[in-house]
């Protein structure tokens, strides 16, 4: 079962060398996206070093089972890379490369344009960063992607501040987020600002499809992949994926929290595709923002005054 | 079979692209550099060279694009210069740590502040431990081989690293020359089809750009270390060397240069020696790999020599005075070795400079 | 703690292999290229609680599957029913976090001390 393993030029039990891999799983040359299932046999993130409850890594791992095998990942500098990529300890059992912090989008960029080169057909080119790498460092070259309409797939699994480097702000921290860099004090209780609308920005440049997820809603997250996947040109998903280390919850609060995010109205589930917005889910009665914020120490701290700003901010 | 053209380097350098047939070319305008690309764009556009033309939107991007294109085992090309180099100065080291096989031609540039567009070599030479090979065009000609060369160095198994090519901005990018253009059969012979070592591809799916910790980091760097000793030995079996000595059989005192300005050197050599003065050249095609070894065998027996850089380092003596002084180190009676500062922000050195250079080697004074 | 690579593992599985820390240049690869998927151990010393499904109550959803941020929950078959497939705990991967306990419909899932 387990044997000695020599990296050099040996291929482990999970990735055996000269296996065919891809097949009708995430196949998207031969059947309908629609119809592609969730692959349940083949694990494409595993024995990463991730927190306990990570929320990260589930909108990884759910976006690969959708997408197959056939897939070229790239992670930036980052809490993805910096916990899958151990070495020789190699989480993605798939195609995968650390770009630098600011340039997912455009190794996603050269590593299609080399695909079309070699005349691969049917593999996916698929980014996933993390907040600050989408918003901040890595928005010129994101920017640029979409413009050029690059067929890649850029997913951002947003945390709320820059977790790797032990939770500072970004500017996807949204306002009263107590943070290492915008932390509650005695005087300015947490991060004064709002949280960049990255959804807009992205939709702004006229994509052909872009879309909001939650990892509490894995149906509605994976059939997006699934239409990203199916989108001729670039499409961007940006997943709600809650941090129990910088959020200050329960480890097994990360799902629940991400579920509150939208049942309270903070986060909304959308779409965008030929020039429309669309729901995709509306919660019936808006949930109050308490229990959410309770759950969370980064909140600890709000008064009155700011949870009522919180509130206002709910569209 | 070459055919003979009248090409500015900038377009030498575009047309030695073409016959490379990189599978991905990334492109970012900056002076002096630009017409290199505007020409591979020409091409494009005519349909003489089938590559992936990315416009990226910035330097940092072109090598970032480069690497990934680069993973998936194809041949990349790009251009850059000064301000641009120092952009993407991150993945300069990311690219040489990865072993990426890419060519980068450098349009060798003034860095601001001041601002400055013409042509001095602050900006490669500030760059010299990214780990990328750095090689040193004389002229536009030199330019045009050395380009082919380059792939075929970057590309070579044993090397694996990735070659800048730095040509003189305006003095060697901008100035035309007739050129001998090898034909695409010639140019094939130097430059096979790229075979990648590795690649990312759905058989055998492979983690590049990983971290490896304090027990595992060392390692890779000896390796990438080996690949730069792998390419002194090509460059010196194949290539024409790592450096071009001019007139110093009988010498007793060296000039040592980089770049554009050896053609000039050269004239006053012989002029000089003509009138028995004992002074030759030694010219640096390679910086990194540093020829080393070269250097103290041709610099034995020399009384003093001048290196003559179109940098400056700031607080301390010149980068790649200081270099060669480190190279003669500990040979008995070593040369005095003296550095001297010239053509920054695209000053004219002339030829009675040199002449006053030379005499103060002579005189081994600075 | 290393991970026992002797540990019987289900077949169908990730596999953790045995390594051998190097201990010469040649032991490493000439490129920082590695094969995907290798896994030198697991994660079961991270774990301060352990989940426990309860069988009878599961009603193979699926949903602790989905969500489950270190794919340690799989179908495995079961040995009584013929082509019957049901939850189970790949323990070797497991951190405990408790998110399948608190998302399950059924309550089938109970987190006990280690």
């Not at chain 2, 680069?70 to 120092?86: E, H, K, N, P």
């Amino acid at each position: 079962m387990s044997k000695n393993f020599n990296l050099n030029g040996d291929f482990p039990p999970n990735n055996p060398a000269g296996e065919k891999v891809g097949g009708t799983v995430g196949d998207f040359g031969k059947k309908s996206p629609t119809k592609v299932g969730y692959n349940k046999d083949k694990e494409p993130f595993v024995g990463h070093k991730a927190c306990a409850g990570c929320g990260g890594t589930i909108a990884v791992r759910l976006a690969l089972k959708a997408l197959g095998e056939r897939v070229f990942v790239t992670v930036p500098a980052g809490c993805m890379s910096a916990v899958g990529f151990l070495y020789p300890q190699m989480a993605f059992t798939v195609n995968s490369i650390i770009s630098t912090f600011a340039g997912t989008a455009s190794m996603l960029t050269g590593i299609r344009a080399a695909a079309n080169a070699k005349g691969l057909k049917d593999v996916f080119v698929v980014g996933f960063a993390g907040d600050g790498g989408t918003a901040d460092i890595g928005i010129q070259a994101l920017s640029g992607a979409i413009e050029r309409g690059d067929k890649i797939i850029y997913i951002c699994y947003d945390n709320e501040a820059y977790m790797n480097t032990g939770i500072q702000r970004s500017s996807a921290t949204p306002f009263g987020a107590s943070t290492t860099t915008s932390p509650a004090g005695s005087v300015i209780g947490g991060n004064r600002l709002g949280k960049k609308d990255m959804f807009s920005i992205v939709a702004a440049h006229n994509i052909p499809y872009a879309a909001t997820a939650s990892i509490a809603y894995p149906h509605d997250y994976i059939k997006k992949v699934k239409k990203a996947a199916a989108t001729d040109g670039p499409s961007y998903i940006h997943i709600l994926a809650p941090c129990p280390t910088g959020w200050g919850s329960e480890n097994n609060q990360t799902v629940n929290l991400a579920r509150l995010a939208v049942e309270t109205g903070l986060w909304q589930l959308k779409e965008f595709a030929g020039g429309e917005v669309k729901i995709t889910h509306k919660p019936k009665e808006l949930k109050s923002i308490e229990e959410y914020l309770r759950l969370q120490k980064r909140f600890r701290h709000l008064n009155a005054a700011d949870v009522d700003r919180v509130k206002e901010s709910i569209g | 079979m070459a055919i003979q053209k009248f090409l500015s380097g900038n377009e030498a350098i575009a047309e030695a692209v073409k016959l490379a047939k990189p599978a991905v070319i990334a492109v970012y305008p900056i002076t002096p550099q630009t017409t290199v690309v505007e020409k591979l764009a020409d091409f494009v556009a005519n349909g003489e060279l089938k590559t992936e033309f990315i416009n990226v939107e910035s330097e940092h991007s072109a090598l970032s694009a480069l690497m990934g294109a680069s993973a998936m085992g194809v041949r990349t090309f790009t251009a850059t210069s000064s301000q641009g180099l120092l952009y993407m100065s991150e993945c300069l080291h990311y690219a040489a740590g990865g072993r990426f096989p890419i060519v980068m031609m450098n349009a060798n540039r003034a860095v601001a502040l001041p601002w400055n567009i013409f042509g001095d070599q602050r900006d490669s030479l500030s760059q010299l431990e990214s780990g990328w090979i750095q090689l040193y065009a004389e002229n536009a000609q030199e330019a045009f081989d050395l380009t082919l060369s380059s792939f075929a160095i970057a590309e070579n198994h044993a090397v694996a690293l990735p070659v800048m090519l730095n040509v003189d901005g305006f003095a060697l990018t901008h100035t035309y020359e007739p050129l001998n253009i090898i034909s695409q059969e010639d140019a094939d012979k130097i430059l096979p089809p790229f075979k990648p070592f590795f690649e990312m591809n759905l058989e055998k799916p492979l983690s590049l750009g990983f971290s490896a910790g304090p027990r595992d980091n060392t390692a890779f760097k000896q390796h990438q270390i080996n690949g730069m000793k792998a390419a002194a030995k090509l460059i010196n079996e194949k290539f024409g060397d790592l450096v071009d000595a001019y007139k110093l059989e009988n010498a007793k005192y060296a000039i040592i240069t980089l770049g554009s300005i050896s053609g000039l050197v050269r004239d006053v050599i012989d002029e000089l020696q003509s009138d028995g003065v004992k002074v030759g050249l030694l010219r640096l095609r390679s910086l990194r790999p540093f020829p080393e070894e070269e250097l103290r065998s041709a610099l034995a027996n020399f009384k003093t020599v001048g290196v003559l850089e179109k940098n400056l380092s700031v607080g301390a003596e010149n980068a790649v005075a200081k270099e060669i002084k480190s190279a003669l180190y500990g040979l008995e009676n070593a040369p005095q070795v003296l550095a001297f500062s010239g053509g920054l922000g695209g000053r004219d050195i002339s030829a009675n400079e040199i002449k006053d250079i030379i005499s103060k080697i002579i005189g081994g004074e600075k | 703690m290393a991970t026992d690579p002797n540990n019987k593992r289900n077949p169908n599985r990730p596999q953790i292999v045995s390594w051998n820390i190097p201990s010469k240049l040649e032991d490493y690869l000439p490129y920082p290229h590695a094969p995907s998927g290798v896994l030198i151990e697991g994660h079961a010393n991270w774990r301060l609680e352990k989940p426990i499904v309860d069988c009878v109550a599961c009603k193979n959803c699926g949903t602790c599957e989905l969500l489950c941020p270190d794919a340690a929950i799989f179908y495995e078959e079961v040995a009584s029913a013929k082509s019957a497939k049901s939850i189970a705990i790949d323990y070797e991967l497991c951190k405990g976090c408790g998110i399948c306990a608190f998302e399950c419909k059924f309550n089938a899932i109970k987190m006990e001390k280690e």
